[in-house]
């Protein structure tokens, strides 16, 4: 008789969660449905989810309407730059906050987290001044050095999580055989690191390829430009888009952010866990 609520209930939280699924799946389907359609079957009045006669012209007219690949190298180089940076800078700055449990350390946490909570629009005035200053406004490291600060905050308390995890006793351990600091930080903590520090990359990674806002703002050339502000060019001036192009381009920019996260997500949500621990 007890066990039967409890099955209720689970059963009640299965459902729910297959619905937040498929309330999360339906723009990709959809997206990947219109990739694939007509331009009659796009213009019908009663649309169906499975293309009638599905077609790859999409995906042609797309590629020769806009430089795609470029755009796509230049989010490659942006995103994975910002990423290695955001690493190599928040990785000993998360090592000292959660080493050296100081009010200054755990205020200066607090205050890094509270940060992500200012809008886009806040910062973009400040932001684009100080670019302009120093010369870097329209340019590729500018935009770098955007999703690198952006970036910092999540990337630091993601990996403090993972600090905290490895237990201090280890580093003292490697430290009584005799084990200097840095012998200990690379023999001991690296190791026990790089789960977090790759799940980190990668998170920033994604943040800076799907990023669109800061890129539209900052990037004016268009051989410069990154993927997604690419893609708003398959919106007329009217703003009437052609739409399976446009599909076709959306669903290819989608793809690379989603197999990674595909593959990392395990990593991902260890490092959020291991941040709610207090050792």
């Known amino acids: 008789m007890n066990l039967r609520p409890g099955r209720a209930a689970r059963g009640g939280q299965y459902a729910a969660l297959l619905a937040y699924l498929l309330f999360l799946a339906f723009p990709f389907l959809w997206l990947l449905s ?25 995906f042609r007219q797309a590629f020769d309407e806009q430089p795609l690949l470029h755009a796509a190298l230049n989010s490659l180089a942006v995103a994975a730059g910002a990423a290695v940076i955001a690493v190599l800078v928040a990785t000993p700055a998360a090592y000292v906050t959660a080493r050296l449990r100081t009010r200054l350390s755990r205020a200066a946490t607090g205050w890094v987290v509270v940060g992500q909570a200012f809008p886009f629009v806040l910062v973009i005035i400040p932001l684009f ?64 690191l790089a789960p977090g520090v790759v ?6 990674f994604i943040s800076a390829w799907n990023e669109f806002f800061f890129a539209l703002v900052l990037l004016k050339t268009p051989q410069k430009q990154t993927l997604p502000v690419v893609l708003t060019h398959f919106v007329g001036a009217e703003g009437v888009a052609d739409l399976g192009p446009l599909a076709a381009a959306a669903l290819l920019a989608t793809l690379p952010s989603l197999v990674v996260f595909a593959i990392v997500q395990r990593r991902i949500t260890s490092g959020l866990l291991a941040g709610a621990v207090k050792s």
């Open 34 to 58: 219109t990739a694939f359609k007509p331009p009659r079957e796009l213009a019908s009045l009663h649309p169906t989810w499975i293309p009638k006669d599905p077609t790859l012209a999409n």
């Open 199 to 204: 799940a980190t990359g990668l998170f920033a």
């Open 129 to 192: 001044l100080v670019l302009k200053n120093l010369r870097l406004v329209d340019s590729v490291p500018g935009l770098v050095m955007v999703y690198v600060v952006w970036a910092l905050p999540f990337a630091l308390w993601m990996l403090a999580g993972y600090v905290r995890a490895v237990p201090a006793e280890l580093e003292e351990a490697a430290a009584v055989d005799g084990a200097g600091r840095l012998r200990t930080l690379v023999s001991v903590t690296a190791p026990l």
